[in-house]
C-alpha cells in the first residue's frame, strides 16, 4: 500500500508506539486497511517528521525520526473570514503554500466571523499531510484591524496589501511579510488609509478584481517569490569582490538606493561597472535595481545577461537568476505588445528596423571599401612623393663653361 501521513502531537523516538486519536485509527485500519509491515509516515505541525511501521497488533512503531529546519521565509495571511466553502479552501491553500502564522480580522465589510479553532485545525492538519508540509500553521484569535497592524508592527513584519489601481510600492522585504486580503467587498477608504498610515505597501495583483481565496493564494506565491529573490541575491552579493564592494561609487550607490534615489543609483552603479567590468556582482545589483525599483525590464534583462556571461555555469543559483532573466523578458514583451497592439503598426516598426538593419550594414560596407580605396590610391602617390624630394635632394651637375678663344 502506498504510505500514508497522520499527524501525532507527541512523536517519541525510534523503537516506541504511537499514540494515534480515534478518527486516525480508523482511518488507517478501517478506511486504508492497513496490515503488518505497512509503513506510514509521521508529523507533530512543529518540525519533526517519523516514519512508522504497523505491527502485528495493531500499533505503530517509530521506526526513524528526522527534525525539520524551518523555513527562513515566514508569510503570515491577514484575511477577512469568507463564507464556510471558501474559507476552507483558503486555509487548505494556506497550509500547502506554508503560510507561518493566520490572522483572522474583522473588517467592516466582513461577511462572517472566525469559527472554532478546532475545526481550522483539522483541515489545516489534512492540507499539511497532502502537501507533506511538517510545519503547521499557527492560527491568532481574531482582532481589528488596526490593533492587528500594530502587533505587526511591534514584531517588525512588513505588511502589503492588495491595491486594484495599477500601482506596486517599493518592497523593502528580508525574511517574512504579512499579506492582507479584505472581505468580498472590499476594503473602505478608511481602512485603506488606516493601511498606507501604518507603512503598508500596495501590492497590484492584475488587472481585475480577485475572489478573496484567489487573492489569497496568489499573493502569498507572489510574496514568496520576491523573498525568495532578494535572500538570493544577498546569498551572491555576500561574495562581492573586495575591489568592487569598497569602490566609492558602489557605496555611493548603496546610499542612494537605500534613500530611495533610484536613478543616481543606476548612474553610480554604471560608473562602478565601468571601472569593474569583470565584477558579476555589480551587474547582479543593477539588474536587480531595474527589476525590483525601476520598473525597468530592459534594463534588468541586459544587466541579468551580463551577469549570467561572468558567472560560473555549474553555479547552484545561476539557474535562479536565469529565472529571473526570463521574467524580465517576457515583462517586456508585454509591454511592447500592449503598447503596439495593432498588428499592422508592429508590422511596420519591425519593416522599419530590418531596413535600417539593411542599411547600417550596407553603409559599413561602403565606409571599409572607401578605406580600401584610400590606402591603395594613397601608396603610389606617397612612394612617388619619395622619389620626387630624393631626386630633388641630390645636388645638380655643373655644366663646363666652353673655353674662351684668344
Known amino acids: 500500500m502506498s504510505r500514508h501521513t497522520f499527524f501525532t502531537d507527541n512523536i517519541g523516538t525510534e523503537g516506541s508506539y504511537v499514540e494515534l486519536s480515534k478518527d486516525q485509527r480508523h482511518h488507517l485500519f478501517k478506511v486504508f486497511r492497513a496490515v503488518c509491515g505497512d509503513e506510514v509516515e509521521l508529523l507533530d505541525g512543529r518540525g519533526t517528521r517519523a516514519l512508522g511501521e504497523v505491527d502485528a497488533e495493531k500499533n505503530v512503531i517509530i521506526k526513524s525520526v528526522k527534525k525539520e529546519t524551518p523555513e527562513e521565509v515566514k508569510l503570515h495571511l491577514v484575511f477577512a473570514v469568507p463564507r464556510k466553502n471558501q474559507l476552507d479552501l483558503l486555509l487548505k491553500q494556506a497550509a500547502e503554500l506554508g503560510v507561518s502564522e493566520l490572522h483572522p480580522v ?63 510600492g517599493k518592497l523593502k522585504l528580508e525574511n517574512s511579510a504579512a499579506w492582507v486580503v479584505g472581505p468580498e467587498g472590499g476594503f473602505t477608504d478608511e481602512e485603506e488609509q488606516l493601511m498606507r498610515a501604518k507603512g503598508a505597501i500596495p501590492l497590484n495583483l492584475g488587472p481585475w ?35 568592487a564592494a569598497n569602490d566609492p561609487f558602489c557605496k555611493k550607490a ?12 543606476l548612474a553610480l552603479y554604471r560608473k562602478a561597472i565601468s571601472r569593474h567590468p569583470d565584477a558579476a556582482e555589480l551587474y547582479l545589483k543593477t539588474a536587480s535595481l531595474c527589476d525590483e525599483s525601476l520598473d525597468d525590464p530592459a534594463g534588468a534583462v541586459f544587466y541579468y545577461t551580463e551577469y549570467l556571461k561572468l558567472a560560473p555555469e555549474d553555479h547552484p543559483d545561476v539557474p535562479g537568476i536565469r529565472s529571473l ?68 635632394s641630390k645636388p645638380a651637375k655643373k655644366q663646363k663653361r666652353p673655353a674662351k678663344k684668344r
Not at 109 to 126: C, F, H, I, N
Not at 128 to 149: M, R
Not at 378 to 383: I, L
Request: charged share 25%.
Open 325 to 392: 532573466r526570463d521574467l524580465a523578458e517576457r515583462k517586456l514583451y508585454r509591454r511592447l505588445e500592449k503598447k503596439y497592439a495593432d498588428n499592422t503598426e508592429l508590422d511596420k516598426l519591425r519593416r522599419q528596423n530590418s531596413m535600417l538593419l539593411q542599411n547600417n550594414r550596407t553603409l559599413a560596407k561602403l565606409l571599409a571599401d572607401s578605406r580600401k580605396n584610400a590606402n591603395v590610391q594613397s601608396a603610389p602617390k606617397q612612394a612617388a612623393s619619395k622619389t620626387s624630394v630624393s631626386k630633388q
Open 106 to 168: 474583522r473588517f467592516e465589510r466582513s461577511v462572517s466571523q472566525a469559527d472554532g479553532k478546532e475545526r481550522w485545525t483539522t483541515l489545516l492538519e489534512e492540507a499539511c499531510k497532502q502537501s507533506k508540509n511538517p510545519f503547521l500553521p499557527q492560527i491568532h484569535p481574531a482582532a481589528g484591524l488596526e490593533d492587528k497592524l500594530n502587533e505587526l508592527s511591534v514584531r517588525n513584519i512588513p505588511v502589503v496589501f492588495g491595491a486594484i489601481r495599477s500601482e506596486t
Open 209 to 243: 478584481v480577485l475572489r478573496l481565496e484567489t487573492a489569497a493564494c496568489a499573493g502569498i506565491a507572489v510574496l514568496r517569490q520576491l523573498i525568495g529573490v532578494v535572500l538570493l541575491a544577498v546569498v551572491l552579493l555576500a561574495g562581492c569582490t573586495p575591489n
Open 254 to 265: 548603496e546610499r542612494a538606493r537605500n534613500g530611495g534615489n533610484y536613478q543616481s543609483a
